[in-house]
């Protein structure tokens, strides 16, 4: 049974940071590119980032880039997301997908989701 569970959301000043965890279990790991996806309320969900399966190619939405790093542990089976600099704008709840690179360097969704952390940013 594939597993993904997300943590380290929270609440967090602008400015601050979090780094957020995805945990995976029921499927190798290792196989398949990562991504993270964030929706906030009354918006469409939006890709923040993606790894390719041996972490070698990292790919970032425009609004976070730069500030945001996506990264993996295949030995620890765990998905990260390392948010600085962090904006209100970037309040959502956080959720990682596994999917997969194509060799055109673009990432395809599966259907296989974790349950979201929220990541709040206040002042």
Not at 3 to 11: K, Y
Not at 18 to 45: H, N, V
Request: charged content about 15%.
């Amino acid at each position: 049974q594939v597993q993904l569970v997300e943590s380290g959301g929270g609440l967090v000043q602008p400015g601050g940071s979090a780094r957020l965890s995805c945990a995976a279990s029921g499927f190798t790991f290792s196989r398949y590119a990562m991504s993270w996806y964030r929706q906030a309320p009354g918006k469409e969900r939006e890709l923040v980032a993606w790894i390719s399966s041996g972490g070698a190619r990292t790919n970032y939405g425009a609004s976070v880039k730069d500030r945001f790093t996506i990264s993996r542990d295949n030995a620890k089976n765990t998905l990260y997301l390392q948010m600085n600099s962090l904006k209100p704008e970037d309040t959502a709840v956080y959720s990682c997908n596994a999917g997969y690179y194509h060799s055109d360097d673009s990432y395809q969704a599966s259907d296989y989701w974790g349950q979201g952390t929220q990541v709040t940013v206040f002042s």
